[in-house]
Each structure stands twice: as C-alpha cells, then as structure tokens.
C-alpha cells in the first residue's frame, strides 16, 4: 500500500518538532510526514495531490499562495497536553492563576482549555496592555516557561499544547483510512503520554539529514562590512580546489547552514551532491552510520562520504561529537581515505567537507572536548559568521527580505518597534528575527505597534512587571501568617494618605486615626503589626516626635494593592 503525504507547516520550528511527533504517533504507520516551518516553505516544497496540515488560520493566506491548488488543508485545533495536568490537580481548589503563552491569541485560547478542563481554579491571560491582578498565586505556561524571568516562584508549566483529537478525525476521514474511532483516541492518549514534561522522550528533528542545497550567496543579505567580508572570504574559499575542508563558526541562528549551501552552489560541485548531517543531540552511533556507512547483513547501506561523491559533506555542529568520533574523522581528513563499513574496505575521500559549529572550538581544545590536531586542520579554511549585534546594518534589509519572502510586503512597523528591533538581543540571530516577523506578518495590524509583539521580545517590560508580582505575593504571604492583612493595609493606607498631607503619625496618633476608621486595636495588637511591616521594609520608623511613615516600598505595594482591587 502507498502511504499518503501530508505535509506539517507551522511558524516556529520547535513547535513544529513537537506536532511531528505527535502525528508519528498517531498515524506514523499510515502517512509519510513531510514537516516544513512556513519560512523554509516555497513552491515547488508540497507537492499536487498532497494533505497539508497548518498549525493555525493565521498562515492559510500565505500557505495557499506557495502550494498547488489540488491539495487539501486541514486547519488544526489545539489542545493542552491532559497528562500534564497533574499539579494542577494537587492544588486546593480556587486558586488565582496567570497563564503565561507565546501571544495573546494563544494565552486566550490556553485559559479557555484549562477553564474547560480543570476548571476548580480562577484563570487570567497574560496581555501585557492590561493590570495583572497581584492576587496571583501561581503562573501556568504551556512550554514557555523560557520566556518568563528567572528566579520566579511557583511556575508549573504544562508542556506545550498538542493537536487535538477533532484534528486527527479530520486527517483519518480526509484519507480514508479504516481505523475505529476507539483506535484513535487510544493512540492520541499514547502520543500525550509520549510528549508529556515527565515522559523521558528525546524529539528528533526532521531536518538532521539534508540533501538540497537551496540557498546562494545572492540570498544572504550582506550590507553591513562584517556580512560583506564574511561572504567574500566564503566565495574564495569556494573557488579554491585546495579548500576540501572548511570550517563555519557563529552563534545558534546566524545561517551558517545558509551559508554552507552558497559554499556548495558557488562551487564547481554545484551539479553534484550536496547532503548534511546534524549532530546536535543525537546517537552518536546513528551519526557515524550516517557518515561512514553500516553493515548489518542484508541491509548495508553506504555513508554520506560515498554517497557525495564530487559534491559536499556538511558536518553540522561538529564540535558535539565524542573524542573517539573526532579521530575517525581527523583520521579520514589527513588520509584521504576511509573504512567504509558497508563495503568493508577502505574508500577515497572524495567530497568537500564543510563542519560548522555554534561554540568556538578553540574554547573546547582547552576544555579537553575537541581535538587539537583537528581544530588545527579546520583552521586552515575557517571563517566567523556575525551575530546579528554584530550586524545591525542589515536589519531593516532583513525585515524587507522576510516579507518579500511571505508576500507581505505592506505590513508596516512603528517607528518604536523598529528602534525596540535595533536594540533588542537577538540571541538566536537571524533566525529568531525571521521567526518573529513571519508571526507579526499574519496579524491584521497596521502599523504594527509595541503591544503586538510576542511577550518574549518585551522580556524587561514583561520582567518588571513578575517581579513585581512575585514580591508582593511574598509580602501578601508574610503578612498573611500573622493572619491580619485587612488591618495591615488599612494601617499602610493611613500612612499613605498622611504622607500626601506631609504628615507621620506616633502609635497614638496613629491609633486615634485608624479608630476614626472604625479599626479599633489594642496598643499590643498595633505594636505587632507595625513591627511585621517594618521588617518588610514597608514603613519608616522614626523616634520621637517625628513619628513614623509608609516607605517608598510600601507605597508601590499599596498603589499595586488598590489597582488590583478595583480590577479584580
């Protein structure tokens, strides 16, 4: 039986990872899956009568431009991940919880999940134009927990959210294939048990072997002097018959993978292979199959250095390889030749090798994680791919490029977010920037302002404002065991109103005023919550006369304090 194609498109590729997966679980043994991130899409990629499965509505414009008009398209629907709900369970029931995700469509839709599902417990969005409550107690993420400040207590985060089980009825009716509902449903909670946070499951990339050589120099935006010199020692080495090995070093994101293929098409291999292999987090086992062959009987099958033959091999990420790895390959370099294990005999080297890697290798000699002789050999023909901060000339041509790419060449930015764009860290360069354009892309904005962009781009914003939560959960909970918040807060109020008025009150002007209030304390019960909220840091104690007041500390507490009850 043929299987059918169905073809995965989503914008960002971890997410993208995670649905693969999932689909391999449920209908791995039905359909070939064919996974693409919606920057990496172009004609030509889906091919006529193939299923195309769209993480969501937003990309279907784009989508239907760059795939033949016979293929149909199923738009997913996405659910939390129940197996991770457990925590949540745990809690007594009640709880204020902040749901932290990705963008507000996506935290709307996370809350409108929980609020269906374990529903004993009081959700809020996360939007960042509107009050948190500071009654908080606890923040929920699906996955994301990378994009909230280090440091912060009480965070569960429920794993990213899956495709749901209406989404898999969809794709098994789309192609007929004869399975009993209960199947389906039994393999979809399998795949949730796979992908759950305590699920000791490593997700494999769809992208760690690769045969096209897509990209040419004419696709790398170079304006910037570090871009220009980096693609014209590139072009040399290209050219140069002596340079059958060479070395791409640059932080995650930079296109050194990009860079990689304009070495191959630039060449005179272009006609020929160009095939690439990633070791990033992988068997190392499976690698060196990969690179050298296998002999398991009957099933032999060549290595990329036999099968690349007058073309390139791109080792990517070489520097993860273990030391006995290392010297096969330096082995093989200084050579020429290998063992192929599929024909058992010693082969000629007869490719380009190109190895890239994130972490400088010079840094991991020292460290003892990578071989001298090796890191001496790559030298030779070595060049440094610039961080995007490196190269802040070609952000604005970046920007044009991506939208060039996803036909989206009206959408316009604020003067603000491109200033914002400029001074961000981009810690995953270029392909961070690429990620997040393409999202902005499908928003019906224009222009596109500061509120619209991802929370995780607004991180210091974003950051002040969980502290800020954080602390005063933890001043609320100190007050708490001594068990007299209201009367904390009517005493901080007090204090608060007397400053505006330039006024500090003794104990016994304080006493009088709060009586007034219809708060009466003894001289003791008054002693004891002045001292819990000077230990806070909330007020200042003077002697004498000068009497005592609420602190800078307090006062942010208090005006957080009141918002949060006018809000909630």
């Known amino acids: 039986m043929v299987c059918a194609k169905v073809n995965i498109i989503a914008i960002q590729e971890r997410y993208l990872e995670t649905i693969t997966k999932q689909v391999k679980e449920v209908l791995g043994d039905k359909i070939i899956i064919n996974s693409i991130t919606v920057k990496d899409l172009q004609i030509n990629t889906v091919k006529s009568g193939d299923i195309v499965v769209i993480s969501n509505s937003q990309i279907k414009g784009l989508v239907t431009q760059l795939i033949p008009k016979d293929c149909q398209i199923i738009i997913a629907k996405r659910d939390i991940n129940y197996t991770n709900t457990r925590e949540l369970l745990k809690l007594p029931p009640g709880q204020h919880i902040l749901v932290v995700n990705d963008n507000k469509n996506n935290a709307v839709e996370t809350v409108q999940s929980l609020r269906e599902i374990v ?333 619209f962009l991802p929370f995780h781009l607004r991180s210091k914003t974003d950051e002040k404002k969980f502290n800020k939560i954080n602390v005063n959960n933890q001043i609320i909970s100190s007050i708490e065991e001594h068990g007299f918040l209201d009367e904390s807060i009517e005493i901080l109020n007090t204090f608060y109103e007397g400053k505006k008025i330039y006024a500090s009150y003794g104990r016994k002007a304080l006493k009088k005023r709060l009586e007034e209030k219809g708060l009466n304390l003894s001289e003791q019960q008054l002693r004891m919550r002045l001292e819990v909220l000077h230990e806070l840091g909330l007020t200042i104690v003077r002697q004498g006369r000068a009497g005592s007041t609420i602190s800078r500390k307090g006062e942010e507490f208090i005006q957080d304090y009141t918002k949060t009850k006018i809000y909630s």
Request: aromatic share 10%.
């Open 119 to 451: 529903f004993e417990h009081d959700y809020q969005a996360y939007l960042p134009e509107e009050t948190i409550s500071k009654t908080i107690d606890y923040i929920v993420t699906p996955g994301e927990s990378h994009l909230l400040p280090q440091g912060l207590s009480n965070v569960i985060d429920i794993g990213a959210r899956l495709l749901d089980i209406s989404t898999f009825e969809e794709l098994v009716n789309l192609l007929k294939i004869e399975y009993p509902k209960s199947q389906i449903v039994k393999r979809y909670f399998k795949a949730c048990v796979s992908l759950s946070c305590n699920y000791n499951t490593e997700i494999k990339s769809s992208k760690d072997i690769q045969n096209v050589a897509q990209y040419h120099f004419e696709d790398i935006i170079s304006v910037s002097k570090s871009m220009n010199e980096a693609v014209k020692l590139a072009k040399r080495y290209s050219m140069d018959s002596n340079a059958i090995h060479i070395h791409l070093e640059g932080d995650p994101g930079t296109g050194k993978s990009m860079f990689a293929q304009a070495i191959h098409n630039h060449s005179n291999m272009e006609k020929h292979s160009f095939i690439s292999v990633n070791c990033n987090s992988r068997n190392f086992d499976i690698v060196e199959n990969e690179l050298f062959g296998s002999d398991y009987g009957e099933e032999a099958s060549y290595g990329v250095f036999e099968l690349a033959e007058n073309g390139t091999v791109c080792i990517e990420e070489i520097g993860e390889l273990p030391l006995s790895l290392q010297e096969r390959l330096l082995r093989t370099f200084q050579e020429g030749e290998f063992l192929s294990s599929a024909r058992n005999e010693p082969m000629p080297l007869r490719c380009r090798v190109i190895t890239t890697n994130s972490k400088s290798c010079k840094e991991l000699v020292k460290d003892g994680l990578f071989l001298q002789e090796l890191y001496n050999l790559l030298s030779d023909n070595s060049l440094k791919v610039p961080a995007l901060s490196e190269r802040m000339e070609d952000l604005v041509p970046l920007i044009d490029n991506v939208k060039q790419r996803i036909k989206r060449s009206d959408i316009e930015f604020t003067n603000e977010v491109i200033t914002f764009f400029k001074e961000y860290n981009w810690e995953s360069n270029v392909k961070e920037l690429y990620n997040v354009i393409t999202y902005l892309s499908f928003l019906e904005e224009d222009p596109i302002g500061m509120e």
